[in-house]
Each structure stands twice: as structure tokens, then as C-alpha cells.
């Protein structure tokens, strides 16, 4: 069994930072890539940013510059780095991971984390 437990999400003002971590438990071989996603109320879920097993990023244009997504494969744990918060950057933040177990692989969602970022 697999699991993706998100944390880090809060209230911050515009300008602020937050820093995301999300960690992965359970029966794991390998986690290969890493993805963070953001959902906002009415609007579909989009990707933010990814990084793969050898530390490749990229990211979605709207958060260049101001995000960094970053990885610990000691702790099984992916980071989101954001800095210079906008109010548009509101929305429920969920990671993902494509992770190798011992008889297969598959793709794992955390549980969301919400931000919300004032005026």
C-alpha cells in the first residue's frame, strides 16, 4: 500500500511564501517523477510544476521565476517552494507521484492542501 500525505498549505498575503512538502509511505521501489498540481474553485486542475528521478524541472509559465519544486529521495518527499505569492496562486495544491512498488507501477495523488493567498 502506497500513500501520499501533502502538508504546508495556510493563509498567507500576497507577497508571502509557503513551502509545500508532501512525503511518500508505504511499500515503494523507486519514486521516478514528482508533480504538483492546483486546482482552483471552477477551474480545472493544471500542473504547476514537475521534477523527474535525476532532478529535471519544469514548471507552468504562471509560476516561473517565483516557485521551486525540489525532491528528497532519502525522505521520499517533494517540496514546493513558493515565493512572491499572488492572489490568483489560491487554490487546493495536490501532489503526485509516479512510484514503482515491488510488482508494478502507478501513479499516487496526495490529499490536497489548500492555500489561500489575500489581497
Known amino acids: 500500500q502506497v500513500q501520499l500525505v501533502g502538508s504546508g498549505g495556510g493563509l498567507v498575503q500576497a507577497g508571502g511564501s509557503l513551502r509545500l512538502s508532501c512525503a511518500a509511505s508505504?511499500?515503494?521501489?523507486?519514486?521516478?517523477?514528482m508533480r504538483w498540481y492546483r486546482q482552483a474553485p471552477g477551474k480545472q486542475r493544471e500542473l504547476v510544476a514537475a521534477?523527474?528521478?535525476?532532478?529535471?524541472?519544469n514548471y507552468a509559465d504562471s509560476v516561473k521565476g517565483r516557485f521551486t519544486i525540489s525532491r528528497d529521495n532519502a525522505k521520499n518527499t517533494v517540496y514546493l517552494h513558493m515565493n512572491s505569492l499572488k492572489p490568483e496562486d489560491t487554490a487546493v495544491y495536490y501532489c503526485n507521484a509516479h512510484i514503482t512498488y515491488y510488482s508494478g507501477s502507478d501513479y499516487y495523488w496526495g490529499q490536497g492542501t489548500q492555500v489561500t493567498v489575500s489581497s
Open positions: 508505504g511499500n515503494i521501489f523507486s519514486i521516478n517523477s
Open positions: 521534477i523527474t528521478d535525476t532532478g529535471s524541472t
